[in-house]
């Protein structure tokens, strides 16, 4: 059974921080990759941030990156990401993933196509 949770979204001000969560079974943990994608109003899904299960790379997308934090717990079967001064641009609703692919991402970047697993989305909006 493969089941994953998203939660932390919210409203915040430009330059705010948020932490989001996301609660995953032990099969959708088990998968080889995990992410974060978002999408806002009117655009296509994008890559935020990818994660390997192994834990040895990390990926972001160009617009997050130094600003957002990718981290996985096995322990606790979870994964975050920690999404610092925020902008405008950031409002989106964000979803979890994961994937048994042996790829994370694909032609330099980090596509939806790739994850077959997916949460049910939480709000993340910025604004003054």
């Known amino acids: 059974q493969v089941l994953l949770v998203e939660s932390g979204g919210g409203s915040v001000q430009p330059g705010g921080s948020l932490r989001l969560s996301c609660a995953l079974s032990?099969?959708?943990?088990?998968?080889?990759?995990m992410g974060w994608f978002r999408q806002a109003p009117g655009k296509a899904r994008e890559g935020v941030a990818v994660i390997r299960t192994s834990g040895e790379k990390e990926y972001y997308a160009n617009s997050v990156k130094g600003r957002f934090t990718i981290s996985a717990d096995s322990e606790k079967f979870t994964m975050n990401l920690q999404l610092d001064s925020l902008k405008p641009e950031d409002t989106a609703i964000y979803y979890c993933a994961a994937t048994t692919r042996s790829r994370c991402i694909v032609g330099g970047e980090l596509s939806p196509q790739l994850y077959q697993f997916w949460g049910q989305g939480t709000q993340v909006t910025v604004s003054a």
């Open positions: 032990g099969d959708a943990f088990s998968g080889r990759c």
